[in-house]
């Protein structure tokens, strides 16, 4: 999974190669255009955009959009000293997000075929694949569809790869009206533009979370509630800054109640709010949850999948991601992944169908709340060979023939979603609970884990990986570094 979260984009450090083109000749140079280059431009803290937006202007940047309630501008700009001369009174900072987007951990899709689909028998839930979703059963979804399967007043937001419309399992679970793009950190809601293009992540997450019971392919948790499609990842598979802080503040300002997010914003993981360089860009994002917060959203976020301990940071050897590894000093526990460890944000872990942690998952003691199935392809063989069915099953869209199906995948990508569907049964069957109210509910309705003792080792046979590749140690009581509080409850959180 590590590999798959390290693509690099080549062309990413162009943007500053670009600049600074050697001059020939004695001919005084007319203002070089550099490349058309993304920034996030902050007023002080509570103060609006105008005063900012004159500077951006005198700069020669253009304004995209603009986020008076939380004092951020996303401005695009092909001036090279655009960052120098946009400074001054009404600015507190700017930065460039160029090389700051973050690949989207997509995980491999196994379809299930169309011959399997059709041959499913039906179940207790109606549900014809519903006898693979072994997820489902761990956190007791049929004991709590029957007190509520949600409130079509609860909507979602899925800040992901957008939402399959015309799935047969989520046509009729999507607010098409609170649905929309923010590639670029402008929105556009154009069906199409939210729609799935290059990846089909966000139509799995969303199945999870709210595939209907119609007779047809599989359940949703709380198939009674909305998702809406917030499309942050672009069609090269990365999440910007700007798409985030449109996502939070899209959410905010149309009437969800929770996010999930199973992603990350910045290539370096480790988010440094002492790194000058990225401090604006931590800055915006934080604005824009907390803003989020305010409008009583809660967010819930993946722990990542690189089986980190996310409570001791040391060293950051694998970053930055798209550019010339570097060696980062006085990294501390300041450095934050983002979303997953803002303030007032649910960090959700994996487990498998044997409800241990997933091989793969990112921990740490005090930043998991809690844990949910994301599936253990590795489990069943000590890490010796992948079983599918250890994966967790959901709606799928292929990319390449634009079909809609259902199919597996595994990550922390796939437990989050789990917390967020629980989440939603929970404040439809409790309404009027605030964000941290239910962040605490969901915690309170867990069922706890224990910590492995001593060295947990799910994966010592993986044949390429190495013997010690998933070694992680569990620290903590009844809420530890693995599992948080435990394993989110449907029943639990409903009755
Ligand atoms: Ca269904
Ligand atoms: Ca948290």
Redesign the pocket.
């Known amino acids: 999974m590590k590999n798959l979260r390290r693509k690099t984009l080549a062309a990413a450090s162009a943007a500053t190669l670009g600049v600074g083109l050697a001059l020939t000749g004695g001919l005084a140079p007319a203002a070089a255009a550099g490349p058309d280059t993304s920034y996030l431009v902050l007023a002080p803290q509570g103060a609006n955009t105008s005063q900012a937006a004159a500077r951006v202007a005198a700069a020669k940047g253009t304004v995209v959009a603009t986020y008076d309630q939380i004092g951020v501008l996303v401005v695009r700009s092909t001036n090279p000293d655009f960052a120098t001369q946009v400074a001054g009174a009404g600015v507190e900072s700017v930065a460039s997000t160029a090389g700051l987007g973050t690949a989207l951990d997509e995980g491999e899709t196994v379809e299930v075929s169309a011959a399997d689909v059709a041959s499913a028998t039906g179940d207790p839930t109606k549900?014809p694949l519903y006898g693979q979703q072994w997820d489902m059963n761990m956190i007791h979804l049929p004991q709590a569809h029957a007190v509520t399967t949600g409130s079509a007043n609860v909507v979602v937001g899925v800040l992901d790869s957008g939402i399959s419309s015309t799935h047969?399992?989520l046509a009729t679970q999507i607010a098409k009206d609170k649905s929309t793009s923010c590639i670029g950190g402008v929105t556009n809601t154009t069906e199409s533009a939210w729609n799935p293009t290059t990846s089909d992540h966000g139509t799995h997450v969303a199945g999870t979370i709210a595939?209907?019971?119609?007779?047809?392919?599989?359940?949703?948790i709380a198939?009674g509630v909305k998702v809406a499609a917030v499309k942050v990842v672009n069609d090269a598979g990365y999440i910007f800054p700007e798409a985030a802080v449109c996502g939070f503040m899209w959410a905010a300002d149309h009437g969800m109640q929770l996010t999930n997010n199973s992603y990350f914003i910045d290539p370096w993981e480790l988010n440094c709010r002492n790194d000058a360089r990225q401090r604006p860009v931590w800055q915006a994002v934080q604005r824009a949850i907390r803003y989020s917060q305010s409008k009583g959203v809660l967010n819930v976020a993946s722990a990542g999948n690189s089986n980190y301990d996310l409570a001791h940071k040391i060293t950051d050897t694998d970053s930055p991601n798209n550019g010339t590894p570097e060696v980062r000093e006085n990294l501390t526990n300041a450095c934050l992944d983002l979303p997953a460890e803002a303030p007032g944000v649910v960090t959700v872990s994996a487990v498998g169908p044997t409800g241990t942690k997933s091989y793969y998952s990112s921990y740490g003691q005090g930043v998991i709340d809690v844990t949910a199935p994301g599936g253990d392809s590795r489990i069943r063989t000590l890490g010796a060979s992948p079983t599918t069915a250890d994966q967790i099953l959901s709606t799928t869209f292929n990319t390449t023939t634009r079909t809609n199906g259902w199919g597996y995948k595994q990550g922390t990508s796939m437990s989050g979603p789990h917390a967020t569907g629980v989440a939603a049964l929970a404040l439809s069957a409790h309404p009027g609970m605030t964000p941290g109210q239910l962040a605490s509910f969901l915690e309170r309705t867990s069922v706890a884990q224990s910590c492995p003792e001593g060295v947990y080792n799910p994966a010592p046979l993986h044949p390429t990986a190495g013997p010690h590749a998933y070694d992680a140690t569990c620290s903590g009581g009844t809420r530890n570094g693995f599992y948080g509080a435990g394993i989110v409850d449907a029943y639990n959180a409903v009755k």
Do not use: R, Y
Request: aromatic share 0%; hydrophobic share 35%; charged share 15%.
């Open positions: 549900e047969p399992d595939a209907a019971v119609n007779g047809v392919g599989v359940t949703g198939p």
